[in-house]
């Protein structure tokens, strides 16, 4: 059985979450100028959402508010995926690794919010 987090920062679906920020963050930086209030700026606030609102519900004390932001993260995840879509379709970058990235957030965050559910029942 595993260690319980003492802090957001040692759940690995947090860690994963700052790693795709991170690499968002570098990817945007070749965006074009024009971009950089529009499609860079709303990539960059959904997608950092996501590690600030497991972040946030890590505190929660009770498991349904935990929940509510972990479901506050997933929809921001959406909404960055909507971005990488996007991304992609205007011919700004390669997206298919952090494609990759994204899904794995998605099914950690699933798995995270599956595990704090059972715990409720």
Known sequence: MREKAKSFQD?????????LVLAIYKMTRCFPKEETY???????RAVVSVPANIAEGFRRRGNQEKIRFLNIAQASLEEARYYLILTSDLGYADVKELEEQFVEVSKLLESYSKAILSSIS
Do not use: S
Request: aromatic content about 6%.
């Open 11 to 19: 759940l690995v679906v947090w860690q994963k979450a700052h790693q």
């Open 38 to 44: 529009g499609l860079t700026a709303q990539m960059r």
